[in-house]
């Protein structure tokens, strides 16, 4: 609630607050970017036989930052809601590599968008969003309701 005399105030800082969170994605968007391009490079290296230790000159984290903050929770329920028959998540994870313009057959990404997609699902589950069907080896899941 405004209090008299705030209305500008809090405009303001509302105005100011979504500036910065449109900075925040503009900066996570090129942190990607450029963590592409430097495992890309460490690819042609290597292919070219390049076998020194790359260790000291990569990022500290070999996490690609891929999403926004609640993105892939987002896309999990949308794709959730258009599925018309329970979906793995490997099946999900490939779709999301696909749209990202990314390669799937990269194992290692797929792994780990795989990975990142089970705990989403998984979270989601616990809020009530989605339910999974099968087992723990083999699990397929679908929007509650």
């Not at 430097?38 to 891929?66: C, F, T, W």
Request: hydrophobic residues 40%; charged residues 30%; aromatic residues 4%.
């Amino acid at each position: 609630m405004a209090q008299d005399g705030y209305d500008n105030t809090i405009s303001g800082l509302l105005r100011k607050r979504s500036e910065l969170m449109g900075e925040a994605q503009r900066l996570r968007e090129a942190m990607a970017v450029v963590g592409n391009d430097v495992e890309a490079l460490d690819r042609v290296l290597v292919a070219l036989g390049y076998d020194g230790a790359l260790k000291g000159v990569q990022p500290r984290s070999n996490r690609i930052i891929m999403f926004a903050r609640n993105e892939l929770r987002c896309w999990l329920i949308d794709e959730l809601r258009k599925a018309t028959a329970p979906v793995t998540s490997r099946e999900l994870a490939v779709k999301l590599i696909g749209l990202e313009g990314k390669d799937a057959r990269d194992r290692r990404l797929r792994n780990d968008i795989v990975k990142r997609v089970g705990k989403s699902l998984k979270l989601l589950r616990r809020q009530g969003f989605a339910e999974s069907l099968g087992h723990a080896s083999n699990l397929s899941w679908k929007i509650v309701g």
